[in-house]
């Protein structure tokens, strides 16, 4: 059996990137998380960060750094959710949202890794998660 239980993000300052992340995600940083490592739960998964002392951010979109890894958001509104983001030190690259309001738009977190905010048409929200519209 193969179970998926940490996605781990390299980084110069864990308690710093996870309480982003934590600010972004609206999930509590694990209790004992510290300088080394920290942590959030998203049910069985968790989105950890690592220190590493010679940290070297990537440098999106330059593929002689290249991004390595990239975190999607659904959102319901994107403009409040983009607001909040950068109020918390993201920092917006690039724009494909259409003119239907869908799509998505990339940023970066406070140390460069990427991460969208999307949009998709037809996604209905529940408590047990997305439900994505059928495609034929």
């Known amino acids: 059996m193969l179970r998926l239980t940490d996605f781990i993000i390299d980084c110069p300052d864990t308690m710093k990137l996870a309480a982003f992340y934590s600010e972004v995600t609206g999930r509590p ?17 968790e989105l950890a960060f690592i220190r590493v002392d010679d940290y070297r951010a990537p440098q999106w979109p330059d593929s002689e750094h290249p991004k390595q890894f990239h975190l999607d958001f659904e959102v319901d509104e994107i403009e409040s959710e ?11 690259r690039q724009d494909f949202i259409g003119p239907n309001g869908y799509g998505w ?8 890794h990427p991460f969208c905010l999307c949009r998709n048409k037809g996604v ?8 994505w519209p059928k495609r034929d």
């Open 29 to 45: 940083v694990k209790e004992g998380s510290d300088e080394s490592w920290a942590g959030i739960k998203f049910g069985e998964v």
């Open 82 to 92: 983009q607001r909040r983001v950068l109020d918390l030190g993201a920092t917006l």
């Open 105 to 112: 738009r990339i940023y970066t977190d406070p140390i460069g």
């Open 124 to 131: 209905t929200w529940t408590d047990q998660g997305p439900i």
